[in-house]
């Protein structure tokens, strides 16, 4: 006669294999499906939470921490629905139903001192629609001049123009000529005379351009060495200028005297 052995099946624990990737490095590639596994093991296969903690490299808290963000936030429906066999759903389905068991993130969205979102976006708009496609030093001082200093747009500094332009990436354009010199693009349709001058100093005495003859008498005449040169971008207009040595003085008075000049002029003009 057989004696009826107890059923000890019911006592054995299932064995979790070692996960190749651990929980941090499974969540950066997938959050919910890595949380959705580990639910499935606790809740639907009744495993022990130290070894899905041991098989996941991670710390059984964690796992605490998750089961109980399911139980909370996600309704019965779709908790039985997830713990059930042969339910498929899609990755988009997934997301909508259990979003609530993923991490919140701790970055902040904005900063006190960054611009606010409707400057951004005029800024954004000059760049792109009124074509304005300057740096940040030229544009906080096209914002000066329109709208005057510490007055609407002209209030946001330096720094903030520059996140604006990494965030929406807003890049200048640079012209460069045949042997690849950069060269200031203008729209001289828009531009206003004396908006846009450049400064260039040129040393006479250049070995590479005068013959040797010229270059001695030069040398030796006691004449000026050093060409200043203050052109403006629409008109062509020249302010030249000459010196003995290269000083930041005299590069300061001759540009006070120039921009005087043209203060003067325009206002004989009106």
Not at 151 to 156: C, N, P, V
Not at 196 to 209: E, N, R, T
Not at 244 to 257: C, I, M, T, V
Request: net charge positive; aromatic share 10%.
């Amino acid at each position: 006669m057989k004696e009826n052995l107890p059923d000890f099946s019911a006592f054995v624990v299932p064995i979790i294999t070692k996960e190749v990737m651990n929980y941090k490095e499974q969540i950066k590639a997938n959050e919910l499906i890595t949380k959705i596994r580990i639910i499935r093991y606790v809740k639907k296969e009744h495993l022990p939470i130290t070894e899905v903690a041991k098989s996941f490299s991670m710390h059984r808290n964690t796992i605490g921490n998750i089961i109980k963000a399911f139980e909370r936030t996600i309704t019965q429906a779709n908790q039985c629905m997830l713990l059930s066999s042969g339910v498929q759903n899609s990755q988009e389905e997934l997301i909508t139903r259990y979003q609530n068991i993923l991490n919140k993130k701790r970055i902040p969205r904005t900063h006190k001192r960054s611009a606010t979102r409707k400057s951004e976006k005029a800024i954004v708009a000059l760049f792109k629609k009124k074509n304005i496609k300057v740096g940040t030093v030229q544009m906080k001082l096209i914002l000066t001049r329109r709208f005057g200093k510490n007055i609407g747009l002209a209030k946001l500094t330096i720094g903030q123009l520059k996140g604006i332009y990494k965030r929406n990436q807003l890049k200048t354009e640079i012209t460069r000529s045949a042997n690849g010199e950069r060269r200031h693009l203008y729209d001289y349709q828009a531009i206003a005379c004396f908006a846009f001058m450049h400064l260039d100093v040129k040393h006479i005495l250049d070995k590479h351009a005068l013959p040797q003859d010229i270059y001695d008498l030069l040398s030796s005449n006691g004449a000026p060495i050093y060409e200043w040169n203050l052109i403006d971008a629409k008109s062509r207009a020249r302010f030249t200028a000459y010196s003995y040595g290269l000083n930041a003085e005299f590069g300061f008075r001759f540009l006070l005297f120039a921009m005087q000049y043209i203060r003067a002029t325009l206002r004989n003009e009106e």
